[in-house]
């Protein structure tokens, strides 16, 4: 009977990419965990990864024992880069599955679109993807980069080290690029950066003719003053963004371009040579040289059966979500989330750039900010750390939207949007 | 640790120090003093790497280039032992060692023994400038054409001298050329009179180009007051030269565009315009084409690296037989139970469509593969003052090669007439003798394995990933329908038409906008005209 479900379900997620396939052996007395990320469709490209990756922390955490005594237990469902089915296949791991924390998507309007499940039915989701802030729900624990965790450090280091004066915001066009950009453009002119000095252009999800906009980049560029490109081109947009720059001979030492979407994984499918030193902005690189990473990028190729495979930023926010979560069912002595939320802050656990991260009141993370240069072997060189860790902020301070919003979700406050100028729960946003 | 940092602290110390000294005595180092600041790389940060490179660079000596190239290219390496600094050659696992200044062999050392001389952006920079000034005298004609290239990007009042001389020594035209503006430029920020900048100013409008603007706004932040006119005078000279220049450059865009929507187009003119079958698989046929490319050059890469400059002339055939033969197998297999049925032909091969795009996400997992660009594929070149890359030339040329090609074979062989026989009356041409299925068959083996030729030229400019074809499946629909269903011809001037105003557009409207309004566009003209730029005239229509 087992065997026959089982067949019959590998069969069907076979055909329909949107079938759940769960865990063959069901039991009572494991902790569920959902894994929530793309298997199919255009996200799968980048999502597929991070659920090999949580499948291998849970293998891990079974070999020492589980936790409280219990082996976990993954359920994995394929939300097929459907926007509105992240919300169902939400609802069917918590209602149907019973887990105890969802760990998944990867796209703001994914997260955007599970929102108001996790509220309802009070579970846990990890979101390990650097995101654009201006959000703070207490369902959600935010492991990826908050804007001033890459974007702030990225520009100050082009401003400082490479003396950029004049700016191209390029992005693609959807929520992440068009807020970090009006984060960066505020945060720009106030560092005296004239608005004729910058640059924004939007082009569409999946852009491949990019002769025009790189010819526009390099025309801005020839104005005498030393020019970069702040890129949040998302996805598989950046292959031909590369390849035409690298085509058209623009040479990082002439325009650098630094990017907060190309990690090691997207670097995969490009002959990187004409790429070497353009930069990219994250909180953790596989080129990390400390005994834990180490340690990580060995366990994952052994995982994985390959020794090509690449570890990337969202994984490692995964391996810090996924050990804070661990950490606050130790400290509730419970899973039901309700408990654990309130358990996670404050909760601090070695991340794999060599330090330590802490969960924060606004259930951000601090994180050390890295800026790498790519390198011919599709790596990174680490220029750039910051001294110390930065505190992801979520509201951000550069809006005159979000200046006056703070969060904390402890007791009594409790509240995901204070407004301090006004002293009232409630302001812009969510 | 400790020992070794005080030791590098004292060592850069007395590098500093000497060359101080030198400096003030001769020009000339010795090359013990040189050996020492090669190592003084190994451990300096980036500010004072910089300066030993600019110091590198002043010593005049050719001796240092190799070790320069090697920091540039990350092949530099310094060994955790003793602090020397190495060339490096991959040798197996290990790396082979060579002296950075004899170039002589120095043995072998295991990757962990080694550590790399980090370099960054600002560094990269420095060393291009310092390679530019030694090698000006070279004499290899690339080598001191690309050193005054060098010059010419990164121009200082210091160089002045070396150029001059140079330009003396120099007899090759293209290279003199190069180096009259580098020394116009070097001269701009130097503190030579008035007159002689006025001249200097003269040689880069001369010169013209979007390069020339960009070296006389850079000196206009930093000249005299009494340059200024004549440096505006110059840029707006230059931009007016431009402007022509500029709407070519669209065009071009635009037919590079419109040869990529050709391309895509194409093969689902013969399905789609010829057949009538709404074949939504369109475009997972241009995805595996793109994967035979990945294969054969996967295959190449490994057995005969060779061939790898051929890899897209034998990923050609291979991409045709393969894409060729999965669209025999799906016409056999599901579109000929469909024929006059065009909702369930829809909804048939849009399912065709996942069912491939999930196979090969299982195979070959949901990553982008890596299709390198051939040598001949890469770069660019400029034709008067048009920037042309190689790669979407040569596609310009392959989409037009299999137009024609094609429109060939419909129009002069056999197989051809049978085709448009069969799509003119079926029942007529079944009764002269021609089996109507097998032609149909491999009219959409055609259309597909023209997709998959797609598919090889794709590959080059864009991801090789499981949804590669799904880009592109919109656009070929709007080309055929807005070309004329049908027509071959129709295709071919819609492809282009929708490239050229697209590519206005996109400067003014931006490419989002650019897209929308392109659709807007389609919308109002097939209002117009039902039937699309070249319409079908005769029996056919009705049918």
Redesign the interface.
């Known amino acids: 009977m087992k065997l026959k479900s089982y067949v019959s379900g590998a069969l069907l997620g076979a055909i329909m990419s949107t079938t759940a396939f769960h865990g063959a052996f069901a039991a009572d007395d494991t902790i569920k965990v959902g894994i929530l990320h793309s298997l199919s469709g255009t996200m799968a490209i980048s999502e597929t990864t991070l659920k090999d990756a949580m499948l291998m922390l849970i293998e891990e955490q079974n070999k020492k024992g589980g936790v409280l005594g219990k082996k976990l237990e993954a359920v994995v469902v394929d939300p097929a880069s459907d926007w509105p089915l992240f919300a169902e296949k939400a609802r069917e791991l918590i209602e149907k599955d019973k887990v105890s924390a969802v760990f998944g998507c990867w796209t703001s309007v994914s997260r955007k679109s599970v929102l108001p499940v996790f509220e309802e039915l009070d579970n846990i989701l990890f979101y390990p993807v650097q995101y654009e802030g201006e959000e703070s729900q207490r369902n959600v624990f935010y492991t990826g980069a908050a804007p001033n965790q890459q974007a702030i450090p990225a520009v100050d280091y082009l401003a400082e080290n490479e003396g950029v004066e004049r700016w191209v915001l390029a992005g693609t066009d959807y929520v992440y690029p068009r807020t970090t950009n009006k984060i960066l453009e505020a945060y720009l002119i106030s560092k005296g950066v004239k608005p004729e000095d910058i640059m924004i252009n939007y082009t569409p999800f999946g852009h491949s003719d990019w002769q025009t906009i790189v010819s526009d980049i390099k025309k801005f560029g020839s104005s005498g003053k030393k020019t970069a490109v702040v890129s949040t081109i998302n996805g598989d947009a950046n292959v031909p963004f590369y390849k035409e720059l690298g085509n058209q001979g623009i040479k990082a030492e002439d325009i650098p371009v630094v990017a907060f979407s190309v990690g090691e994984e997207e670097l995969a499918g490009i002959d990187t040579k004409p790429l070497v030193g353009h930069l990219a902005a994250w909180n953790y690189f596989q080129s990390v040289d400390n005994d834990a990473n180490a340690e990580f990028i060995k366990t994952w190729q052994a995982y994985t059966k390959n020794d090509k495979r690449v570890t990337n930023d969202p994984m490692e926010a995964h391996y810090i979500g996924f050990n804070m979560w661990i950490k606050a069912i130790e400290k509730a002595g419970t899973t039901d989330p309700d408990k654990v939320i309130d358990a996670m802050v404050g909760v601090s656990v070695p991340n794999l750039s060599g330090g330590y991260s802490s969960m924060l009141p606004n259930h951000h993370i601090t994180k050390p900010v890295l800026i790498g240069e790519i390198q011919d072997d599709g790596q990174f060189d680490i220029v750039y750390e910051t001294p110390g860790l930065v505190v992801g902020d979520e509201w951000s301070d550069y809006l005159p939207d979000s200046k006056d919003l703070i969060s904390d979700w402890r007791m009594p406050m409790n509240c995901g949007n204070f407004n301090v100028a006004v002293g009232k729960c409630g302001g812009k946003g969510s | 640790m400790f020992y070794r940092l005080i030791f590098a602290a004292f060592r850069i110390f007395f590098v500093c120090l000497s060359l101080a000294l030198s400096l003030l005595a001769t020009k000339a180092f010795a090359a013990d003093d040189l050996k020492a600041m090669v190592n003084a790389l190994g451990t300096a940060s980036?500010a004072q790497a910089e300066e030993l490179v600019n110091n590198l660079g002043k010593s005049g000596d050719p001796n240092v280039v190799p070790a320069l190239e090697a920091l540039s290219?990350?092949d530099l390496f310094v060994r955790k032992s003793d602090g020397q600094v190495f060339l490096t050659k991959r040798a197996g696992s290990k790396l082979e060692l060579i002296d950075p200044l004899t170039g002589a062999s120095a043995g072998e050392e295991a990757k962990s023994a080694l550590s790399?001389v980090?370099?960054?952006?600002?560094l990269?920079?420095a060393i291009?400038a310092a390679i530019g000034g030694l090698t000006l005298m070279s004499p290899d004609r690339t080598v001191r054409l690309q050193a005054a290239q060098s010059i010419l990007?990164a121009p200082s009042a210091d160089s002045l001298e070396a150029v001059e001389t140079a330009l003396a020594a120099e007899q090759d035209a293209e290279i003199k050329g190069v180096l009259e503006s580098a020394r116009a430029v070097a001269l701009l920020s130097s503190d030579r009179s008035l007159d002689d900048k006025k001249a200097a100013i003269e040689v880069i409008k001369e010169r013209g180009g979007?390069?020339s603007?960009?070296?006389?706004?850079?000196?206009?932040?930093s000249a005299d007051e009494a340059l200024r006119p004549d440096i505006d005078a110059a840029i707006t000279s230059i931009e007016n030269s431009l402007v022509f220049a500029d709407a070519a450059?669209?065009v071009w865009?635009g037919l590079?565009?419109g040869s990529?929507l050709l391309l895509a187009a194409i093969g689902l003119a013969i399905t789609f315009g010829v057949m009538g079958i709404i074949n939504m698989a369109h475009g997972e046929m241009v995805m595996l084409g793109a994967y035979s490319t990945f294969v054969v050059q996967n295959i190449i890469r490994t057995s005969y690296p060779e061939l790898f400059d051929w890899s897209l002339a034998i990923a050609l055939p291979v991409a045709i037989l393969v894409t060729g033969a999965v669209g025999l197998v799906i016409e056999r297999g599901v579109i000929r139970f469909l024929y006059g049925r065009p909702l369930e032909t829809l909804l048939a091969t849009w399912g065709i469509s996942?069912?491939l795009?999930?196979a090969v996400?299982?195979i070959f997992?949901?990553?982008?593969?890596?299709v390198?660009?051939p040598s001949w594929m890469?770069?660019?070149f400029e034709l008067g003052g048009l920037?042309i890359?190689?790669?979407?030339m040569w596609i310009i040329v392959f989409s037009l090669s299999v137009f024609f090609a094609l429109l060939f074979l419909l129009k002069r062989s056999a197989f051809g007439l049978q085709m448009r026989a069969v799509t003119q009356n079926r029942r007529m041409a079944s009764s002269m003798g021609i089996r109507t299925p097998w032609v149909d068959a491999f009219t959409f083996a055609l259309g597909s394995s023209i997709a998959g030729m797609a598919g090889v030229a794709l590959s080059q400019?864009?991801?090789?990933?499981?949804?590669l074809g799904?880009?592109y499946i919109i656009d070929s629909f709007m080309v055929v329908v807005f070309g004329g269903v049908g027509n071959l011809w129709g295709t071919l001037v819609g492809a282009f038409t929708l490239g050229i105003v697209n590519?206005f557009l996109?400067?003014y409207a931006?490419?989002?906008l650019g897209?929308i309004l392109v659709l807007v566009l389609i919308i109002l003209f097939i209002q117009k005209r039902p039937r699309g730029l070249f319409a079908l005239k005769g029996r056919a229509v009705e049918a």
């Not at chain 2, 980090?118 to 600002?122: D, Y």
């Not at chain 2, 603007?213 to 932040?221: G, P």
């Not at chain 2, 890359?389 to 979407?392: L, S």
């Not at chain 2, 400019?461 to 949804?467: A, C, R």
């Open positions: 980036f290219e990350g790399k980090k370099v960054n952006n600002s990269r920079r291009r990007k979007r390069d603007i960009s070296i006389l706004m850079t000196a206009a932040n450059q669209n865009y590079s565009l990529v996942l069912i795009q999930q996400r299982t997992g949901p990553t982008n593969q890596e390198g660009n890469s770069g660019a920037t890359t190689w790669n979407r400019i864009d991801n090789v990933s499981p949804n799904q880009s590519k996109e400067p931006g490419a989002v897209k």
